[in-house]
């Protein structure tokens, strides 16, 4: 048997008793085995695992390649394809594919008319984006409190941050899983507002049997790397509203009256209107090329996510240190994140010295994300506390994503399992073996 072999056995409880002193050798290779990798142990993996990867195939390369040599390579012919294809999957009026999810958040907004002197509540549990655009249109994010078990936009607190400057309400649907969208509407036609959502997370998700993307006025995706289908760099507009789609159309292409393809195509017109400022978001037909693929894969892209997540949840339910967030009952999850919140009570290790430990493993992990009411930013503009938010500041110290995406294989999974279950074990404050010398917390 070779050293290989021996540690295969070792780490899937096959070998014999090592009582016998012919078993030093194992025994030793026993204890490296089971050690953090940070404290000097073997790491799971020889190779690092990141967190995320897109799946791209030879189809997706070959169209890319067409449209390099097609003559036409910005928003043209491909990108229309593409919109198509996303209207007919969400069964959404409109679908404006633009250049990030950002984009198709600023422009949904700008296409609102929201600006100085309103107001749009929204969750600190996210990515800057969703209350960056909402400053850049001149108006001003008014965080409300999440729900410690989904990191959702708590909608039982909407109503008491609800002003007569409140225009709208903007949740994100976390890790993939949507909000409560019938209350969060229903605050919202009682009180005026619009629900623009920010689905980043969640293409393919469902509430109550309605997909996301055709619920709210104004639903964004985006196709960043990352994400459940990429184009790179890239967001979709979604909305049944003929005038928003109209005006976020014009807005998106600086407010011109024809896009590009419509100038230069031998039946286009010869001249366009300027008829309001704008922005220029427009996606490229190169960009398009990858979504014309990606998206026909999406179910099956969710699917194996499902999997995944089906073995983390049985590999982990015996851990109290690991709790994976909840999951309601009425919704289809699109799983884009496998997030779990430590139990710090459980462990001698805090979240960072966790994903430190997972790193030596060669497993990548992320935060997604801690709360923009900590950031310097919100703290000196708004003056905001930590404790305003308790909830968000809490799972903030809590939350560590796992490496979930199709591309990985079981045998991945497996690894990332018994990377975790190690670490856990490993600084259980319930475990003999707690080990003293902990990894220095890394800078945020
Ligand atoms: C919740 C959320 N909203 C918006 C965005 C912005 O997406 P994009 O990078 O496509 O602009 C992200 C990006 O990760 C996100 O996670």
């Not at 967190?51 to 040599?69: P, Y």
């Not at 990515?127 to 994010?141: D, E, F, H, L």
């Not at 999440?146 to 649907?173: C, F, G």
Request: net charge negative; glycine share 6%; proline share 5%.
């Amino acid at each position: 048997m070779g050293i290989e072999e021996v540690a295969e056995a070792i780490r899937h409880d096959q070998f014999p008793e090592l009582e016998d002193s012919r078993y030093d050798t194992s025994r030793r290779l026993r204890e490296v085995l089971n050690s953090p990798a940070v404290s000097g142990g073997e790491p799971i993996r020889r190779s690092f695992l990141p967190l995320a990867a897109a799946w791209i195939e030879k189809a997706e390369e070959d169209e890319v390649l067409d449209t390099l040599r097609s003559g036409w390579i910005t928003t043209g012919p491909k990108t229309m394809r593409f919109e198509a294809l996303c209207q007919e999957y969400l069964g959404s009026k409109h679908a404006i594919a633009v250049n990030s999810c950002t984009a198709a958040l600023q422009l949904a907004l700008a296409a609102c008319d929201i600006g100085p002197g309103d107001e749009v509540i929204t969750t600190p549990i996210s990515w800057p984006a969703t209350s960056n655009v909402v400053i850049n249109q001149g108006a001003k994010p008014v965080f409300v409190d999440v729900e410690p078990d989904t990191l959702n936009l708590d909608a039982s607190k909407i109503e008491a941050a609800i002003t007569p400057r409140t225009k709208a309400i903007l949740p994100v649907h976390m890790a993939g899983q949507p909000c409560d969208l019938d209350r969060i509407r229903g605050i919202a036609r009682r009180h005026q507002l619009i629900v623009i959502e920010d689905a980043a997370h969640a293409i393919g998700a469902e509430y109550h049997g309605r997909r996301i993307g055709t619920i709210s006025e104004a639903t964004a995706f985006s196709f960043y790397p990352t994400k459940n289908i990429t184009t790179i760099e890239g967001g979709l507009l979604t909305t049944d509203n003929d005038d928003l789609a109209e005006r976020a159309r014009l807005l998106g292409n600086q407010g011109i009256s024809r896009d590009a393809w419509k100038r230069y195509a031998k039946d286009g017109s010869l001249h366009w209107q300027l008829l309001s400022s704008g922005f220029k978001m427009n996606m490229t037909d190169v960009q398009a090329s990858l979504g014309l693929h990606q998206l026909p894969r999406l179910e099956e892209f969710n699917r194996i996510r499902e999997e995944y997540v089906r073995m983390y949840n049985e590999a982990f339910s015996d851990l109290p240190a690991i709790q994976p967030l909840a999951q309601r009952s009425g919704i289809r999850h699109a799983h884009h994140l496998f997030i779990v919140l430590l139990q710090l009570d459980q462990l001698t290790i805090d979240r960072d010295q966790f994903m430190m430990a997972l790193k030596a493993e060669n497993i990548g992990t992320g935060t997604h994300f801690v709360s923009m009411h900590l950031q310097p930013f919100y703290r000196k503009e708004f003056g905001i506390q930590p404790q305003d938010f308790p909830v968000a500041r809490q799972v903030s110290e809590q939350l560590v994503s796992l490496p979930l995406y199709p591309k990985m294989t079981v045998s991945d999974v497996q690894d990332v399992v018994q990377a975790v279950r190690k670490v856990v074990t490993a600084y259980s404050v319930k475990s003999k073996a707690a080990r003293r010398e902990v990894p220095e917390t890394v800078a945020a």
